[in-house]
């Protein structure tokens, strides 16, 4: 069964309210063990905006559907216009002070992973190892006829040439690199096909309406079965691939922190809810525990 997608959700009545109090985060990460899910929360300091919450561009733009990009040419036209101009910015984009800390965490030892909903690569940029893209990675292509992968990069060089002059003022960017675009600016872009099979290549990324593939679900649950607690940084855990692992750990009694301005789905289940920017909130954390984050790469 495919996921539906879930574009909003509106917090019931009754959810316990965040908090400032960073204790708690700076507890269960003292202790080690963490396992980090994050979200698009976490890369709105480098300038990608959230999907939901105040500014969240779902107020403006429903993201494409895996059913809507295989639908036909003109879904595919609109898709790749859209993201070969929205790479050229979301590329531009550095990690931040909340990227920063979780890699610092990381490299002292405080973390057994990081499972992260984005697919802007910042967190590996910030010199995490061993990352899980839960979502997929906007720097790989697939094939969905021969599944062949090339890289972002390769594709969009074939983009530039067969598009020469194409440069569009977008309106906006999205948190998954689609720039918003009217009908009449993407009307005359030409999409390349697989250059191994001539088939429909599509972004690695889950899009809404897609599963995330079995084994990287897998993978993710023995994260969660391994770990000692799990902390969300930047996810209001609207859609059900995020939201299980939460559930997971509850479940099997680890403690759930949550960091995130607004409320969540998750927040019945957690500890805490502390709704504190990220970057301040983590340096802060990295601070009590004497872990230097370090400046930008």
């Known amino acids: 069964m495919r996921m539906r997608p879930t574009l909003s959700w ?9 908090t400032t109090d960073l204790e708690p985060v700076a507890e269960v990460l003292g202790a080690g063990g963490v396992l980090v899910l994050s979200g698009a929360g976490l890369s709105t300091e480098s300038g990608i905006p959230a999907y939901r919450g105040e500014g969240g561009s779902l107020g403006r733009h429903t993201p494409m559907t895996y ?7 003109a879904a595919r036209r609109r898709y790749w216009a859209r993201s070969h101009l929205g790479r050229r910015t979301f590329r531009r984009a550095r990690p931040n002070a909340g990227h920063r800390a979780v890699a610092a965490f990381g490299r002292h030892g405080l973390l057994s992973g990081v499972i992260t909903q984005n697919v802007d690569g910042l967190h590996q940029a910030a010199g995490s190892a061993g990352v899980v893209e839960l979502h997929g990675s906007l720097e790989r292509v697939v094939c969905l006829s021969c599944d062949a992968v090339v890289s972002r990069h390769a594709l969009a060089l074939r983009l530039e040439a067969a598009n020469p002059g194409f440069a569009p003022v977008a309106a906006a960017l999205n948190p998954d690199g689609d720039a918003d ?4 600016q993407v009307a005359d872009f030409r999409v390349v096909p697989c250059e191994a099979c001539g088939g429909v290549l599509k972004p690695d990324v889950v899009f809404f309406g897609e599963n995330v593939p079995p084994q990287r679900v897998a993978h993710c649950r023995g994260l969660v079965a391994g770990a000692a607690s799990l902390l969300v940084l930047g996810s209001s855990l609207t859609v059900m691939s995020g939201l299980r692992f939460v559930r997971e750990a509850a479940r099997a009694g680890k403690p759930v922190l949550i960091v995130n301005r607004d409320p969540t789905r998750g927040d019945g289940l957690a500890v805490t809810r502390v709704a504190v920017p990220l970057g301040a909130a983590l340096t802060a954390v990295a601070g009590r525990l004497a872990v230097p984050v370090g400046d930008a790469r």
């Open 67 to 73: 059913q809507d990009f295989v639908s036909g040419p």
């Open 10 to 18: 509106t917090p019931p009545e009754g959810l316990p309210p965040g």
């Open 181 to 184: 675009l009217t009908d009449e």
